[in-house]
């Protein structure tokens, strides 16, 4: 087993595993951190995405090991259900989600996205959500989302 | 848990991850973990050992040497992709990294992982053979360069010595009247390819193409070398829409596709006459951008 410590949406974790652990399985078992998703397991969906350092990772294809010591943002560190962060909000406002499986992940994705380019053209969020898959929207309120909060200052944070 | 269990080594040297790759029978290295990862999720591999080499900083820089560009191995694509000194000196490694899977994808995965993975549909083993790059490799007795043409030996299958790291990628630096591009089709955004044509070519100063280079993915059991098959351009100042399809054709016939899921092998064929033909129209139009031909 190895001990690791990291920042799990600005607080301290720590956690002892063995090496085959994935941050998915300790986000979700051991710190429940359940906004993490399991779907395909294997890289495919981006449902299990979280920021590790401020870039989108999958959850699935990293060991716990490797976040010893990087800071490590998941769902539950990004606004609140009295007070939405602005992507959540305008993914709200614009229908961007039904049954909200993928959201999570396109959230944290958008977030990287915004933080990266407050402004993305419509083209340019289309590349950066493709890897986040969802079965029921279509895509079109996702992007007709953040196309919408593209347009205005309070993207990031 | 998915993985079979493994022992975890992460290494600060490479000299450490040599050693601990020659003292194991069944040792793999973890890089970006992109293409490993899922196999050992789906338990298709089960390593004894990982040896992660994701804290080795001084392998994910570039340098230029004497005409030679030499990348890290530990360069993700998306620091290939959006490094705005990679996108001067080598755009068409900035190109051919914004192809692969997503964001989210680019972020992890890494140059020399994709090399040494040596899957027969990836970009970059087909951008490497068509730059005629090379593969440095270090064992626990030094280190070796081995040149792409050398270096694929089959599907998943490289030259690298069970212990030896691959620690760096050398290409020619980017230079007046070069162009390249890569042209590829994929079912899906951001999936691998079904098939996929890099051409490198150089004109000189008076338009003429001197140096083309033509390698594709998909479209065999390695990263094939297909460059014959644009000989007979050499020498000509202008492309013509009809010398586009002719490379077009000899690539085609060149190629050695087999059919699985996504495309027969006589599909995968036309796809790389259509590719071919795509990329030199793009890569002869660069290399002329520069003010010439």
Redesign the interface.
Known sequence: MTDVRFSLNGEAAEVDVEPRELLLDTLRDRLSMTGAHAACEQGACGACTVLVGGASVRSCLMFTVQVNGAEVRTIEGVGSPGALHPIQQALSTHHGLQCGYCTPGMVLTALEMFEADPHPSRDEIVEWMSGNLCRCTGYINIVGALEALAGTAEAQS | ????????V?VESVAEATEALADSEDARV?AG??SL??L???RLARPSL?V?V?GLGALSGFEARNGTLRFGAMCRH?FLETDPAVRRQAPIVAETAGLI?????R??GTLGGSIAHADPVAELPALLVALDGNVVASGTTGERTVPAAEFFAGPFMTSLEPAELLTAVEIPAHSEGDGGAFSEFVLR??DFATAGVAVILHRDEGGACDRLRVAGCGLGPIPMDLSAAGEFLLGESALTDGGADELGRRVAAASDPTGDVHGSGEYRRELAAVLAADAVRRAWGRAGSAGRG
Do not use: C, S, T, W
């Open positions: 848990m998915k993985p079979a269990r493994f022992e975890y992460a973890l973990g992109q990862v899922p050992m999720n789906l990982l992660d994701n998306r899977g997503h964001v989210g994808i972020n992890r955004h951001g």
